[in-house]
């Protein structure tokens, strides 16, 4: 009955371990954006990439290229967006129908209208970010997404264009 009538001790809010874990975790964060803010953009990296591919125009690129088969899959899908506009999921096919190992392949992606003018296009490097090497006889899938086409454009055709190649070591 004592127990009844002691007054209850007031409990800190300050913890040891709480503190050791709030300061542990912000110098985890610290590194990971020093770690990150250390590698190059993208666009320096992609750049670094293709230095010394071949491109069209240079000598053996048509040599090259000509091995290179690129299909567009039937399923590719037009959807509408809650905005109002259209967005396109292309998919297709790179075939490497030679024998030699290619170690880049960067590939221009258009969707052009029945007049042949380009409505949207992009670029994009399949060899090295989807499979390290595209060997002879080996074929690789690509999707990509174009947004923003209104109801009224003309997407008639999408087109596809090697345009920088290397040859792997």
Known sequence: ???????????SFFSPTLLAGVLL???LIAGAIFWLSQKPPIDQQQAQMLEGALREGSPGFAEVNKDIIISTDPDTVQSPTGLGTISMFVKGTIRNRGTKNLSLVEVSVSVVTQMKEV??????????NQKAQLGGGESIPITLTFDGFSKEDDRADIRWKVTALKLAQ
Do not use: H
């Open 1 to 11: 009955m004592e127990d009844l009538f002691v007054p209850e001790e007031k409990k």
């Open 25 to 27: 975790g912000m110098a």
């Open 119 to 128: 409505l949207r296009e992009r670029k994009i490097l399949v060899v090295p």
